[in-house]
């Protein structure tokens, strides 16, 4: 019988991150939203179907603190990431977050540097950010790691993501992606093409233009581009394109279009 000993029970228990390690191999990702579910059951729902990622939306949404310390303890026994998306990029939204274990922070309406530069003195720890030292129970799953090894950890492996949401944002792209520490960009649709003043309009050559804007300035500084959709030809079509870092619709519209599928066939 193959035992562990104690060291390699301890060294395995910090996790990698599976995006990050799908992204650097060059590869595409696939994740989706939670807006309504409030069991950590839903974790293991979604990594039963392969999804690399979950996120969690506290931008539009109501989960607390204790909901979102539930659910990333429950992602440290399954094989994918998941990330919060907080309501703004305030210090203590993005430092508590993590703090009661989100694996990374998808952070909305990035528009400057100088914002990318506040976003990463509050995500990661010297000598790469300013980040405040709190050994996270909920990340070490209750084991003991020193100060040094954590902070190693959690600046090689937690990933940060801008949202361009907004005109001023894609002009400014290359400059957003190349500052270190970006890992990942995810356009928001709706309110880029609200700012554009064509809401809604994703086919709208304006907002195409945009599109092929971030994946040509995040490719120049190897950063993955990428994009949430609800509309599944409009996700593929923009994978084809070289968006890599993709979120497709969210729990309450998949529930929604499962019942409606159902019942009109049972109608039939």
């Excluded at 994918?80 to 977050?97: E, G």
């Excluded at 890992?183 to 304006?206: C, K, N, T, W, Y």
Aim: aromatic share 8%; with cysteine.
């Amino acid at each position: 019988m193959n035992i562990m000993n104690t060291e390699d029970q301890h060294k395995m228990t910090l996790k990698s991150s599976r995006v990050r390690k799908i992204l650097k191999e060059g590869g595409t990702c696939f994740g989706t939203m939670l807006r309504i579910l409030r069991s950590p059951h839903a974790v293991a729902l979604c990594a039963s179907q392969n999804w690399d990622y979950i996120i969690l939306d506290t931008e539009h949404n109501d989960y607390d603190l204790e909901t979102i310390s539930n659910f990333a303890l429950a992602a440290k026994y399954e094989d994918l990431d998941l990330y919060v998306r907080p309501p703004d990029k305030l210090y203590h939204q993005m430092a508590q977050m993590l703090d009661v274990g989100a694996e990374g922070l998808i952070l909305p309406q990035v528009k400057t540097v100088e914002e990318v530069q506040k976003i990463i003195n509050a995500t990661k720890y010297a000598p790469i950010g300013k980040r405040g030292v709190s050994i996270s129970e909920t990340v070490t799953r209750y084991r003991d790691y020193s100060q040094e090894e954590y902070t190693q950890w959690a600046n090689s492996e937690i990933m940060t993501i801008i949202q361009i949401e907004s005109e001023e944002g894609v002009n400014n792209a290359g400059k957003l992606v190349s500052q270190k520490g970006v890992d990942a960009v995810m356009i928001g649709p709706a309110d880029l093409s609200q700012d554009l003043g064509i809401p809604g309009q994703l086919e709208h050559p304006r907002i195409e233009e945009a599109f092929r804007e971030v994946i040509l300035q995040c490719n120049k500084h190897g950063v993955a581009p990428g994009i949430h959709f609800s509309n599944l030809d409009y996700m593929k079509k923009w994978v084809k394109e070289g968006m890599r870092f993709n979120t497709y619709s969210y729990d309450s519209k998949f529930l929604k279009d499962a019942y409606h599928d159902c019942l009109l066939k049972l109608r039939q």
